[in-house]
């Protein structure tokens, strides 16, 4: 395998990525328009900030936070004359999926940078994993759109492939057999929402926390180049503390930071540390 040396055979063995906000879609886009259409179809206005919130989790999980949020939860009663349920949840899912599918060609470019960052990891002999709270039906219209712009992992874990997904540890298992890597502190997950970090934190993989394309920023790639500097930052920093929930061991604006973070992790695991270890 290319750049199968023997640093990379006590290094880093494979990076598993989220997909929305993490390798496509800046700013987490596509999911957000269905949930607030979704809501409103049932008579119920939400905002876009609120319905944010949960992002990260499988969509059906989702759907449900959304639902018990207090304000959310007070507009349902007060509509419906009934508490927000599961009988609910599961009418919206089927209803949300087509709705997502639709938004996802609008919103499925590549974040800058993406393809030459894989392409830099593969050369090293890194193998590439994927999981997402997106679905089958959902990744079956986004996966190729990827690949035409150079993003084909090694695998995909979606939501509803596990008994239960984020943020568990179970995508993260199934990486580690798809892709035939281990111990976990061998492998990186990447990702811009708390339940797609603690995926990872809690498989016991070292974990990279995307600031500026994900979600709690949630601008497009055009208005985040657009702020001046001290703007930035003051999103940056927001974001951050929302995510410093996941503890994560490393922070990226986009991932076309990673390979010098790659370097990073590789010496530190030469020298015997460990996911968790480093101060935030």
């Known amino acids: 395998m290319p750049g199968d040396t023997q640093l990379r055979a006590q290094g880093v063995a494979a990076v598993v990525f989220d997909w929305a906000g993490t390798v496509i879609d800046f700013g987490s886009h596509a999911p957000m328009g269905a949930f607030v259409e979704l809501f409103a179809s049932e008579g119920i206005e939400i ?4 319905a944010r919130v949960p992002m990260g989790m499988p969509k059906w999980n989702h759907i449900k936070a ?13 509509a419906k004359g009934s508490t927000f349920s599961d009988t609910d949840v599961d009418r919206l899912y089927e209803v949300f999926t087509p709705m997502n599918i639709a938004a996802i060609p609008r919103h499925a470019t590549l974040i800058s940078g993406v393809a030459d960052m894989i392409k830099a990891l593969r050369e090293q002999g890194i193998k590439i994993g994927s999981t997402t709270g997106y679905n089958r039906e959902i990744m079956a219209v986004l996966a190729p759109l990827a690949q035409q712009q150079g993003f084909s992992p090694d695998n995909l874990v979606c939501a509803g492939d596990l008994p239960e997904n984020r943020p568990s540890p179970l995508g993260m298992y199934r990486c580690f057999l798809d892709l035939g890597v281990w111990p976990a502190h061998r492998v990186v997950k990447v990702d811009d929402t708390v339940p797609g970090l603690m995926e990872g934190r809690h498989a016991g993989c070292w974990t990279i926390g995307v600031l500026a394309s994900g979600n709690e920023v949630g601008l497009t790639e055009a208005q985040w180049r657009a702020l001046d500097a001290t703007q930035q930052q003051q999103l940056r920093e927001k974001a951050r503390q929302r995510l410093a929930q996941a503890t994560p061991d490393f922070w990226v604006d986009t991932v076309s930071e ?3 973070l790659i370097d ?4 530190r695991l030469a020298q015997r540390s460990r996911p968790g270890h480093l101060p935030n």
């Open 47 to 50: 905002s876009i900030d609120e």
């Open 66 to 78: 959304l639902g018990e949020q207090p304000r959310i939860a007070q507009a349902w009663r007060e």
């Open 258 to 260: 990673l390979p010098a």
């Open 264 to 267: 990073q992790i590789d010496a």
